[in-house]
Each structure stands twice: as structure tokens, then as C-alpha cells.
């Protein structure tokens, strides 16, 4: 049987592959779970956001496409 995969999963799986520093990657649930919180390592931050917040938005549709991320926000924390 497959394992279980939630959308702090997939938010983490994408974040993981754009940064430089993976192991600082991190998605915590916030607001009763309705919230996901990416934090990632400083110098990496600008590389989640994108330009003019292209890359954040494209993570945000990804997750309200997604099975489990529909009715949730994503948050990108300093």
C-alpha cells in the first residue's frame, strides 16, 4: 500500500527542489491546519518567492489543485 502524502508534503517536495539549502526546508501547520507555513533558509527565501511573487503564486495553484491543498493558504514565514 502507498504511503499517505499530504499537501505540506507536495509544499515541501517543491520548495526542496528550488533551494540551495534543502535541509532547512521546513512546512508546519498553522490556524487549526487551515494554514501551511514554508520556512526555508534566509538566503533561500527570495528563491520560494520568486519575482514579483511569480514562484509563490505557481506553488499556491499547485496546491489548491491538489487533492488536499484546495482550502488551504500558504504562508511563506521569515
Do not use: C, W, Y
Not at 4 to 10: F, K, N, R, S, V
Not at 13 to 30: H, R, T, W, Y
Not at 58 to 74: F, I, K, N, Q, T
Amino acid at each position: 500500500m502507498a504511503a499517505e502524502h499530504t499537501a505540506a508534503d507536495l509544499v515541501e517536495f517543491l520548495a526542496k527542489g528550488m533551494v540551495n539549502n534543502p535541509d532547512a526546508v521546513s512546512v508546519s501547520e498553522a490556524d487549526d491546519g487551515r494554514t501551511l507555513e514554508l520556512e526555508t533558509d534566509p538566503e533561500d527565501r527570495g528563491r520560494v518567492i520568486g519575482r514579483q511573487g511569480r514562484v509563490a503564486k505557481a506553488m499556491r495553484a499547485v496546491l489548491g489543485a491538489s487533492r488536499d491543498g484546495g482550502d488551504l493558504r500558504l504562508d511563506i514565514v521569515d
